[in-house]
């Protein structure tokens, strides 16, 4: 078990689950009691009521970290894809956490400013690793090409079209292929996430068409003024049957 993120849940995070799943006073106190055991507190945050209480009750997302926020939501994304898979969901969160909580998807930039990532800029400083930096470079490269395409494809659509800049094939390919050379990597030096490195770079385009649709539906990271823009970038990034989905949502 890939166990990173869900090892990283407070007490308060318990105490949201124990409300959002718990009926009554004696079932919340059930679930308190169980949240000891990794395999039932997984089961737990696979419960889709459970990222329904966030997004119906947001003022006590307030009290909950990152991590099971990032968690759910990530979880439910994948499983509305029916790519539902725990260990690949605590990945992905904790890249969420990674680069939502400090500055390390910008510390290779050239220019941190601009705030834009440069994927030859990140290879460009591997030839002077070794093998161990390397797998961790593969593995960031992988991060921050599905965080990016995941989260903020608005923003690469929208440079491809007026910049002329890398499309969001282009991420997901250098994605696909780094993820690949991580876990090949991983073997050596980080067997748990050889699994889920695998799988990240076999199913790079599903995942992140299922992370676009949970962020469009739910996080709206986009401008609400550019609804017809969205909906290009939609067109034209997601498959037929996606596309079709985001409006179930």
């Not at 050379?181 to 889920?196: C, F, G, I």
């Not at 709206?220 to 017809?228: E, P, R």
Request: charged fraction near 25%; charge should be negative.
């Amino acid at each position: 078990m890939y166990y990173k993120t869900r090892s990283h849940l407070s007490q308060s995070d318990y105490q949201f689950i124990a409300h959002s799943v718990g009926h009554t006073e004696s079932e919340q106190n059930a679930v308190l009691r169980l949240t000891d055991d990794p395999e039932i507190v997984s089961q737990l945050l696979c419960r889709e009521d459970l990222f329904r209480s966030m997004i119906k009750e947001p003022g006590l997302v307030l009290s909950v970290s990152s991590s099971l926020y990032f968690y759910c939501l990530i979880y439910q994304a994948l499983n509305f894809k029916h790519l539902a898979d725990a260990d690949i969901a605590d990945y992905i969160s904790g890249i969420c956490v990674e680069f939502t909580m400090n500055e390390s998807l910008w510390k290779y930039t050239t220019d941190a400013s601009e705030r834009m990532v440069y994927f030859v800029d990140l290879e460009r400083v591997m030839s002077d690793y070794n093998n161990v930096q390397q797998y961790h470079m593969h593995q960031h490269i992988g991060n921050v090409a599905l965080y990016l395409t995941g989260f903020f494809p608005d923003v690469i659509y929208k440079r491809e079209k007026l910049k002329g800049a890398p499309s969001l094939k282009y991420f997901e390919a250098k994605g696909n292929s780094h993820f690949e050379a991580a876990a090949t990597a991983s073997l050596q030096y980080e067997s748990d996430a050889t699994p889920v490195l695998f799988k990240l770079s076999e199913y790079f385009s599903e995942i992140r068409s299922a992370i676009n649709i949970y962020v469009d539906a739910y996080l709206k990271l986009h401008n609400s003024k550019n609804v017809l823009e969205r909906i290009e970038r939609q067109s034209i990034t997601l498959d037929e049957e996606s596309f079709k989905q985001t409006l179930d949502l």
